[in-house]
């Protein structure tokens, strides 16, 4: 039997952003997802925007 190894990802989550965990817990409840899921999709559909915008503007010559 192969043993995998499984990354960890621990969030330290300020004061001040105390309120987006409840947020958070919204979308998971909405897309039925876990925590990590969740945070990770919300990372990835980001990062789309991010990599269209500057695709964009290397289109643009900008």
Not at 28 to 43: G, P, R, Y
């Amino acid at each position: 039997m192969q043993r995998t190894k499984q990354q960890k990802l621990c969030l330290n989550v300020s004061r001040r952003n105390k309120k987006m965990i409840e947020k958070l817990e919204v979308l998971m409840l909405e897309k039925n997802l876990s925590m990590t899921d969740t945070v990770f999709q919300i990372i990835k559909k980001e990062y789309e925007a991010f990599e269209s915008k500057k695709r964009n503007r290397q289109l643009l010559g900008v």
